[in-house]
């Protein structure tokens, strides 16, 4: 069974747009949710995490928003360029290291 | 500072063969973990190496299995392959579970394909 559910599937956005993804997870024991990107051909690369004592985290142009009580959170992409076209996984865990992924989303930013 | 490796790039087995896949973690690293991603997928969990001792598995049969060694790297060794264990096979490396941080650094994957 999935953990932690992600959507959409896919995103299109122009550049400048704000590609927004979402996830949502039940296990209440998860206490750290990172935000992965991967391009063609390369393993994960860690983007931004959150813990659940904060309800926003921004690092550049990368802000994750999170609600507890919803058990869910999300990723924006500020002002995004093509080169932010890649695939992101959203992921939960303990804190063991065994991370819960989500399917993925793909986000294309046309120029 | 070299990130993890992993070797080989790309493998291509035939179904029933046994194939071992290898990792280096990151300096400073001691605990490692495997991942498998099929295509198109997020990476499900496999299982967790610390102290030269599984210490985590997810739900994978016992076709899959591994070894630390003393140097913290190890091996992903899978038997019996069948045609839906073709994947990128992802290891992933930590500072350690005594000592719990945000950090878990991937490598580039070894694609496995079985015909």
């Known amino acids: 069974q999935q953990q932690v559910k992600q959507s959409p ?3 299109i956005v122009q550049k400048g747009g704000i590609p927004i993804i979402n996830c949502a997870y039940e296990n209440t024991a998860f206490d750290y949710f990172p935000w992965y990107q991967q391009f063609p051909g390369k393993g994960p690369a860690l ?3 959150i813990r659940p004592d904060v309800s926003e ?3 550049g142009r990368f802000t994750i928003s999170f609600n507890k009580s919803a058990k869910q959170f999300s ?6 360029q093509p080169g932010d076209s890649a695939t992101y996984f959203c992921a939960a865990s303990r804190r063991d290291y065994k991370l819960s992924f989500g399917a993925g989303t793909t986000v294309t930013v046309r120029a | 500072d070299a990130g993890v490796t992993q070797s080989p790039t790309h493998l291509i087995k035939t179904r029933g063969q046994q194939v071992t896949l290898r990792c280096s973690p990151k300096s400073g690293h ?3 973990s495997w991942y498998q991603q099929a295509l198109g997928q997020g990476p499900q969990f496999i299982f967790q190496y610390y102290e030269e001792e599984e210490r985590q598995r997810g739900n994978f049969p016992d076709r899959f299995s591994g070894h630390q060694f003393p140097n913290y790297s190890s091996e992903l060794n899978v038997n019996a392959l069948l045609l839906g264990d073709s994947a990128l096979y992802l290891c992933a490396s930590s500072p350690g579970l005594a000592g719990w941080s945000d950090t878990q650094y991937f490598g580039p994957g070894t694609r496995l394909t079985v015909l």
């Open chain 1, 9 to 11: 599937q896919s995103l």
């Open chain 1, 47 to 49: 983007l931004i995490a």
């Open chain 1, 57 to 59: 985290k921004k690092e």
């Open chain 1, 75 to 80: 990723l924006h992409i500020m002002d995004s």
């Open chain 2, 30 to 32: 001691d605990t490692v």
